[in-house]
Every structure is written in structure tokens, then in C-alpha cells.
């Protein structure tokens, strides 16, 4: 949604591996955040970041990582430590306090 | 931390009733955002309020912004198919999201 790509839409990881799911953005936006969607619930954050080489933890960040090295780039690292990782995944960029734009999202799957 | 709330969960109605969903701050917000999230989508941005009672209207959807600037609703007039999805509201600062509203439309 209006130059917020996410990748890949479908991922599947065997258990005790970790995956990067990948997030990118051409709006110039300074802040991005990380959410978690679980079937029929709302969005709960994970981690975001407002400016290049520094992020927050959000409400359930145990057993994910994040880096911000570019301000167009917030990649979403899913460990082996994240007991329940089957969901989907969403990331969004905003001006700070502005409005935000969400990739299509990634479903992830452990199988 | 800040702790937004929605009611209802769910919401099943003919098409042609009216709809409301109503979100509530345990803090004041500086301002509020609702987002509608279709079936297998993604939430898109419908609207922003900023101010204590602000009052906006989009065709059919009408959103306020309590005085005490804690709670918000929005009000759907003679649903439609099209109507069905999650409304989320979000406290802009650090979008943190309501649990939304499942709005299922029968025709």
C-alpha cells in the first residue's frame, strides 16, 4: 500500500529456525513499526523504530530482533526462542504521529 | 503503558442497519486514528481526529472525538456488503491498536 513492500507474502520455517521477514519503504518515512495479527484478534506491536539505528520493544518482543541500519529497511528477525510464531505479520511506516501505511503482511506458518 | 479498548468484538447486522463501534483511552489521547482492515487485508487509513469533540464525515461514516479526548466512535449508516471488515482505532503516538471491531454485513 502506497510504496510499503513486504516479503516473502508466504513462509514457512521448521521449528528452531530462525527467519528474517523483510520490510521496505520508499515514502521517506521516519518512524516503522512491527505487528503481529493472530486469526480473528488485533494488531499487538512487536518493536518499532523512529529513526535510523534505534527501536523499541513493543508489547510482546521476547523471541523477535529488529535492526534499523537504513531508514527505508526495518527487517523482522522471528528466533527459535518465539514459542508460538505461526501468524501473520505486519509492517507499517508512518511520519511520527502521522498516518500509517501497511505492507500486504507476511503469513508465517511453522510446520 | 497506554491501553486502548473497543467494543463490540463482533458485530453481525442486516445491510441497510446502522453500525457503531466505540474505542475507549485508559489516557488522554493527543489524537486518534481508525483504520478499516477488509478479510485476508490489510488495515488501511480511514481518518485522524485531533480535536476535543471534532465531528468528520466520510459519505455514510461519521467519527467523533470525545471531549475529555479518551474516547472515539465511529457510526456506520445503512451498511452495506462492502461495509464488512475490523475497524481498529489507534492511538497515533505509538499506534498502538484497539482490539477492533468484526463487522459482518448480511445482504
Sequence with gaps: DGGITQSPKYLFRK??????????????HDAMYWYRQDPGQGLRLIYYSQIVND????????????????????????TSAQKNPTAFYLCASSIVSGKAFFGQGTRLTVV | GQQVMQIPQYQ???????????????????????YKQRPGGHPVFLIQLVKSGEVKKQKRLT???????????????????????TYFCSSARQLTFGSGTQLTVLP
Design chain 2, 12 to 34: 453481525h447486522v442486516q445491510e441497510g442497519e446502522d453500525f457503531t463501534t466505540y474505542c475507549n483511552s485508559s489516557t488522554t489521547l493527543s489524537n486518534i486514528q481508525w
Design chain 1, 15 to 28: 521449528e528452531g529456525q530462525n527467519v528474517t521477514l523483510s520490510c521496505e519503504q520508499n515514502l521517506n
Design chain 1, 55 to 78: 527501536f523499541q520493544k513493543g508489547d510482546i518482543a521476547e523471541g523477535y530482533s529488529v535492526s534499523r541500519e537504513k531508514k527505508e529497511s526495518f527487517p523482522l528477525t522471528v
Design chain 2, 63 to 85: 467519527f467523533q472525538f470525545g471531549e475529555a479526548k479518551k474516547n472515539s466512535s465511529l457510526h456506520i449508516t445503512a451498511t452495506q456488503t462492502t461495509d464488512v471488515g
